[in-house]
T-cell receptor, first 113, second 114 residues
Framework: DAGVIQSPRHEVTEMGQEVTLRCKPISGHDYLFWYRQTMMRGLELLIYFNNNVPIDDSGMPEDRFSAKMPNASFSTLKIQPSEPRDSAVYFC???????????FGSGTRLTVV | GNSVTQMEGPVTLSEEAFLTINCTYTATGYPSLFWYVQYPGEGLQLLLKATKADDKGSNKGFEATYRKETTSFHLEKGSVQVSDSAVYFCALSGYGGSQGNLIFGKGTKLSVKP
């Protein structure tokens, strides 16, 4: 099993540009989570899906952020327009059950200049 | 609602020292409890877990016991190594069943000096 795969690993973009982060969960996992990690705020849950349906998006900071899961093997997190304060490491994780824990991807380090 | 509180770091120890990282929780129902580890530049990895009271999770010399009476899940290791330097996160399942998300503590950075 290749684990949770995120792309790109690093992204540098200019303020105002659109950024799309991608995630492929582990096959058979029906939960998918997007987290953001910064030094100041720690690990924040942005949104999670169950069976491709968004369940809780209360952590999405504002309308500039959107997430989709068109099928069980792919999800995107989009920021449009991006701002310097969006600079962070974004993690995707998947799970078959919260009681079993999550498997995290390696993250995407986003820098908005 | 459910929440996790873990001791603030950073924690600096010498190699072969004893490690304790405290974690307490507030929860309704019967959550599962977890410790995750994050090495520099990597994602979080599940270190160990416990799914019911008095369960002990263990892995790589680390262990933690689910204490319902003290609502705690402290991480311990008898002899740390330099390679254990990382950030450690305590977490609990957000709901009593199998649904929902994990709630993470703020993380404790551990540095082990040779």
């Amino acid at each position: 099993d290749a684990g949770v795969i995120q792309s790109p690993r690093h992204e540098v973009t200019e303020m105002g540009q659109e950024v799309t982060l991608r995630c492929k969960p582990i096959s058979g996992h029906d939960y998918l989570f997007w987290y953001r990690q910064t030094m100041m705020r720690g690990l924040e849950l942005l949104i999670y899906f169950n069976n491709n349906v968004p369940i809780d998006d209360s952590g999405m900071p504002e309308d500039r952020f959107s997430a989709k899961m068109p099928n069980a093997s792919f999800s995107t997190l989009k920021i449009q327009p991006s701002e310097p304060r969006d600079s962070a490491v974004y993690f995707c994780a998947s799970s078959s059950s919260a009681n079993y824990g999550y498997t995290f991807g390696s993250g995407t380090r986003l820098t908005v200049v | 609602g459910n929440s996790v509180t873990q001791m603030e770091g950073p924690v600096t120890l010498s190699e072969e020292a004893f490690l304790t990282i405290n974690c307490t929780y507030t929860a309704t129902g019967y959550p599962s409890l977890f410790w995750y580890v994050q090495y520099p530049g990597e994602g979080l990895q599940l270190l160990l877990k416990a799914t019911k009271a008095d369960d002990k999770g263990s892995n790589k010399g680390f262990e933690a016991t689910y204490r319902k009476e003290t609502t705690s899940f402290h991480l311990e290791k008898g002899s740390v190594q330099v390679s254990d330097s990382a950030v450690y996160f305590c977490a609990l399942s957000g709901y009593g069943g199998s649904q929902g998300n994990l709630i993470f503590g703020k993380g404790t950075k551990l540095s082990v000096k040779p």
